[in-house]
């Protein structure tokens, strides 16, 4: 009998049955899996697909609407730099006002102080205080201080311009980066999935330490708006401020030298009246000096003619003792004689006396002579100092509105 051969093991046939059921399944099971995930993969690839392209369409929006407030910041920015610099034009222009007006005051200032130094050449009595010299004064304490006025208004115009350039660098700094971002902004919102130039940037998803947020980011720019208008105004008042001052001090100026110019033709007129009675009395004292000196002729010439009958009353007398013994009589001859010898040196003492008085009337006049003339030189000189000397620097005096 034959021996049975044994090969690999044998599996029933419900066991091959179960397994090909159990391949059918599995197959059917990963693919049917595998089809849902074709499925759900083309879902989330129509999903993502969407989402990317609303989320782009968003930030197209963002951009539109960043790019509009940045114009918006732009144009504010603009404005108020041109109003800045309308303004820093103008008040440089005011600025330039107070320096030629400042200028303008030096030689008003000097012909003052000339006036000052001229009178001190007067001479004697006329070297007073008088309301000349009062107003010159005042006039030099009023330029002066319409110096000090000016100076100070133009470290103010020097300081407010400084400081609106200072408002305006800032000003044309933010522009600056305002053009910057929008240039870069509107590429940015100009890219598109096929623009040339896309590359990965790894680490850029972030938001970066440095960076601010938009509530910071406006309120800079109207710091910088609110800041440039302030400066702004403080210059429009200051060249308010700076007309007021330059109108008063070229009236106060103007006003002052009328003043002092009203003293002048006063004291002018004085000193010439003056000048013209001392002339009169001079020329009274000179007539008067001429008759005198007549009369002094006359007094001399009338001692000088009682000189004979005095010798010849004196002869006859002296003759007379000569008459001999009883001869040498008291007779009315001889008293007549002794009274004419006292008659005539009464008379000659009397000429003498009133000579004398004579002499001394005319020593006084000559003497108020030489004063006269001497206060008629004085009031001269006194007249060229004022009416030519200062008079005429005066009329140089040209003080218009500053």
Known sequence: MAKLVT???RFTHPEWTTSNLTHYANAESERAAAERLVEESKRLSDETEKRTEKTQRD????????????????????????????????????????????????EPLHIARGCLANREKRQAIDLVHDDVQKELIKEVETIEGVQALLRRTLEQASEQIRLNRKAKYQLEKDLKDKFGALSIDEYCANLRNNSAGLNMKDGVAKIEANSVS??????????????????RQSSVELRSLIDGILQQTSNDMRKQCNEVNVAFNKRISETKDTKSKLEDHLNRIVKQIKEIEENISRLQKSIADKELPMKLSQTRLDTRQSRPNVELCRDPVQYRLIEEVHEIESSVEQLQARLAQTQDSLKGLIRNQLSLEEDIGIKA????????ECMGM?????????
């Open 59 to 106: 930030v197209n929006k963002k951009f539109e609407q960043r790019i509009t407030d940045i114009k918006y910041w732009k144009k504010e920015l603009d404005d108020k730099l041109n109003e800045l610099a309308t303004e820093i034009d103008s008040l440089t222009a005011f600025k330039a006002r107070v320096e030629k007006a400042l200028e303008a005051t030096a």
């Open 214 to 231: 938009p509530e910071d980011w406006q309120d800079f720019s109207d710091a910088n708006i609110l800041k440039a208008e302030r400066e």
């Open 394 to 402: 005066r009329k140089s005096i040209n003080i218009q509105n500053f």
């Open 381 to 388: 000189n006194t007249l060229f100092i004022d009416e030519v």
């Open 7 to 9: 090969g690999p093991t």
